[in-house]
T-cell receptor
């Protein structure tokens, strides 16, 4: 089955630690995205990538970093510089042009 | 990006049509209307999108007014599994920062038995 996988579903970290969230897709999509969702709120764009080895900051990139070394993978690192990292993180992908985006199941990160 | 306004919630009976309204009075000529939904604690799911013509797919129908200032998503036969938050989004279909999906708070649809 084609789709987007995010792992793990739940993640706990101590304050001050960096943590990397995984996102893999086998849809052969060129574009990938990372969003953050806080309770009762909509989604906010963190980073997006149109193509391998290229990525752009979204609205709330501070405290986050990404890489796009492979077409199917777009990992997100939440660094210790991110002041409020506890949130629901969603990865998405789309065909080259910004058509409909397909989302993964999300990773719920809790920083203790 | 044009902003959208949606009522916070609505409900409908199972088996009946659910009509979800959205206002986007400042929409530009090159902006599309997209609908997504999110079931609790899951990733959003694409439903449908359109520019100015009405659209229909296996999930829903999208009715856009002639002046494009508002639209309605229609779920023809709502089921309990359609209970979710529905997001109406407008954006241009081009690359760059505008390709992002700006999700507001959406409308919570509750389907009752």
């Amino acid at each position: 089955d084609g789709g987007i996988t995010q792992s793990p579903k739940y993640l706990f970290r101590k304050e001050g630690q960096n943590v990397t969230l995984s996102c893999e897709q086998n849809l052969n999509h060129d574009a990938m995205y990372w969003y953050r969702q806080d309770p009762g709120q909509g989604l906010r764009l963190i980073y997006y990538s149109q193509i391998v080895n290229d990525f752009q900051k979204g609205d709330i990139a501070e405290g986050y970093s990404v890489s796009r070394e492979k077409k199917e993978s777009f990992p997100l690192t939440v660094t210790s510089a991110q002041k409020n990292p506890t949130a629901f993180y969603l990865c998405a992908s789309s065909v080259g042009t910004p058509n409909e985006q397909f989302f993964g199941p999300g990773t719920r990160l809790t920083v203790l | 990006d044009a902003k959208t306004t949606q009522p916070p919630s609505m409900d409908c009976a199972e088996g009946r049509a659910a009509n979800l309204p959205c206002n986007h009075s400042t929409i530009s000529g090159n902006e599309y209307v997209y609908w997504y939904r999110q079931i609790h604690s899951q990733g959003p799911q694409y439903i449908i999108h359109g520019l100015k013509n009405n659209e229909t797919n296996e999930m829903a129908s999208l009715i856009i007014t002639e002046d494009r200032k508002s639209s309605t998503l229609i779920l023809p036969h709502a089921t309990l599994r359609d209970t979710a938050v529905y997001y109406c989004i407008v954006r241009v279909a081009e690359w760059g920062a505008n390709s992002k999906l700006t999700f507001g708070k959406g409308i919570t649809l509750s389907v009752r038995p």
